[in-house]
């Protein structure tokens, strides 16, 4: 089982990235990202659980980021627009099969892909 993540690079405050994380090998209910800046703990971002699509952010990311995901090809997307230097961070992709109220929890997550770094220039 692997997670296959792309897309950070560097933007300027108020610019926008889109990830990408491709998982192989097995399908999850929970799929998703977290952040960790450094220094830092590692934080949730946003999950899209299954069935039915159902979207979940942290506070600090609602109406910036929006997350989705192609069931076909197994992938999850994170577009962030307006983004800020408080958004610099390593970004990793997630694969799980928690009860929804554990989904924010980093020890409900089995598999994770690499981080993808974004960093963001006031």
């Known amino acids: 089982v692997q997670l296959q993540a792309s897309g950070g690079g560097l933007v300027q405050a108020g610019g926008s990235l889109r990830l990408a994380c491709t998982a192989s090998g097995r399908t999850f209910i929970n799929m998703g990202w977290f952040r960790q800046a450094p220094g830092s703990e590692r934080e949730f971002v946003a999950i899209?659980?299954?069935?039915?699509?159902?979207?979940y952010y942290a506070e600090s990311v609602k109406g910036r980021f929006t997350i989705s995901r192609d069931n076909a090809k197994n992938t999850v997307y994170l577009q962030m627009n307006d983004l800020s230097p408080e958004d610099t961070a390593d970004y990793y992709c997630a694969g799980g099969d928690g009860i929804l109220s554990a989904i924010r929890n980093t020890a409900t997550y089995r598999f994770w892909g690499q981080g993808t770094q974004v960093t963001v220039s006031s």
């Open positions: 899209v659980r299954r069935p039915g699509s159902h979207t």
